[in-house]
């Protein structure tokens, strides 16, 4: 089973070091970024499951930062701050963030808040809809007007992944990762064929899979 990738926005390296030792302990992929610039650029191509999010930042807030990926994602954030009045919290939660644990911590405790907010967002609802398209998520089943579009089990966990983040390019390794369970180790031929029969059967729904080298795969409406 693949890892579950948690991406760690800090500019104190000592502090940043250690969470990702923690982390890693825990079976745990961590990715680190120093900067929101180098935040967004592990977003885009990491996609990761949980951001641990620093507020003050070089080059910027974090809370605008959260605000931003607020617009296209629900990845839970973790907000890790040395701003500590209720205010601040207030602020912070306010702004978009799943929990809110300040400075100085204890290592215990910021890993149950980690733990609990996984546990949380793999809660996936019962029923899926886009416009024409619905999913079921238990039985496994999408439809086109209520139609069984016949979808492998594959094709299934790819539309479901991109329904849930429709108009943002997703990697082709993130694709791989959580529709086979493992690593894709250089291997796209499997993903490729599978997104290529998928878009096929949904291409009447007036949803389309767009490809961009580099970038991987973008769900987004003809």
């Known amino acids: 089973m693949s890892e579950k990738r948690i991406l760690l926005v800090e500019d104190n390296e000592q502090i940043m070091r250690g969470n990702e030792r923690m982390l890693t302990r825990r079976g745990y992929k961590a990715v680190t970024a120093l900067t929101l610039g180098e935040a967004r650029k592990a977003v885009e191509a990491q996609m990761p499951d949980l951001i641990v999010l620093d507020i003050m930042l070089p080059d910027g807030s974090g809370l605008d930062f959260m605000g931003e990926l607020r617009r296209y994602s629900k990845i839970p954030v973790l907000l890790l701050t040395g701003l500590t009045t209720n205010e601040d919290v207030v602020r912070g939660l306010t702004a ?21 907010l996984l546990r949380r967002s793999e809660q996936i ?50 694709l791989y990762e959580k529709a086979w369970k493992q690593p894709m180790l250089g291997d ?24 961009s080298r580099g970038e991987g795969y973008c769900f987004e409406r003809v």
């Open 125 to 174: 609802p019962e029923k899926l809809t886009r416009d024409r398209l619905s999913l079921d998520v238990a039985a496994g089943v999408a439809a086109l007007d209520g139609t069984d579009l016949l979808l492998t089990q594959k094709e299934f966990a790819l539309l479901m992944i991109f329904t849930q983040n429709e108009g943002r390019f997703i990697s082709a390794e993130y």
């Open 188 to 211: 796209s031929q499997a993903l490729k064929k599978t997104v290529f029969n998928l878009r096929k059967k949904i291409e009447n729904s007036g949803w389309c899979i767009e490809c």
């Open 96 to 116: 978009g963030s799943d929990d809110y644990l300040a400075k100085p911590y204890d290592f215990g405790v910021l890993m149950a808040r980690v733990e609990a």
